[in-house]
Structures are given as structure tokens and as C-alpha cells.
């Protein structure tokens, strides 16, 4: 489960081999992929599959998401591309 704060945002990332559901249970997130930017909100899904660059973001509210990822941990899943942090910073 994350809580996220109002206009905070993950870094630009993809993974070699996990798929990414994200659960909103609370708010509204909005899920950036290379194909655009999707808005999930209050017990909506979205989910990202392997290989794919994405981001999520808060903009005026917090959020509370549950995050559940579908293989098994590898710490060097991730491929950084930008660190996270405000978005207006």
C-alpha cells in the first residue's frame, strides 16, 4: 500500500520482467507510459507489462494505491531513467 502525497510522482522506469498492477483505492493516479498518460481513479486498475516505461503521479490530492507486482523480486529489475520527486521541482 502506498500514500502518496498531492503532486508527487515515481521516476520513469521500466522493468526486464515484473508486471506492475496498480489498485487505487483512494484519489485519483495518473499512470504516464509512452503511449500517453491514462487516469485511474477511486477502485480502478491499471497494470503495465514487462519492457514497458512508466511513471505515476499525484496532482492536487493524495492518493492511496496498492501496488502488486506479478514475478518474482530482482533487485536489478529497474532501469531508472529520471529521479523521482516533486513535479514542480
Same mark, same amino acid.
Given at each position: 500500500?502506498? =500514500? ?11 522493468h @526486464?520482467?515484473? =508486471? ?6 483512494? #484519489? %485519483?493516479?495518473?499512470?504516464? *507510459?509512452? !503511449?500517453? +498518460?491514462? $487516469?485511474?481513479?477511486t477502485?480502478?486498475?491499471?497494470? *503495465?507489462?514487462? #519492457? &514497458?516505461?512508466? &511513471?505515476?503521479?499525484?496532482? !492536487? $490530492?493524495?492518493? +492511496? /494505491?496498492? &501496488? ?7 533487485? $536489478? !529489475? /529497474?532501469? @531508472? &531513467? %529520471? ?6 521541482g
Amino acid at each position: 500500500i502506498l =500514500y502518496l502525497k498531492p503532486g508527487s510522482r515515481c521516476s520513469w522506469h521500466k522493468h @526486464r520482467a515484473k =508486471y506492475n498492477q496498480f489498485f487505487v483505492i483512494k #484519489g %485519483t493516479l495518473f499512470i504516464k *507510459t509512452e !503511449d500517453g +498518460v491514462a $487516469e485511474v481513479g477511486t477502485n480502478q486498475v491499471f497494470t *503495465t507489462k514487462p #519492457g &514497458e516505461a512508466h &511513471e505515476f503521479q499525484t496532482h !492536487d $490530492e493524495c492518493a +492511496v /494505491i496498492q &501496488e502488486i507486482m506479478y514475478v518474482k523480486y530482482d533487485p $536489478e !529489475d /529497474i532501469q @531508472r &531513467e %529520471t529521479l523521482g520527486g516533486p513535479l514542480n521541482g
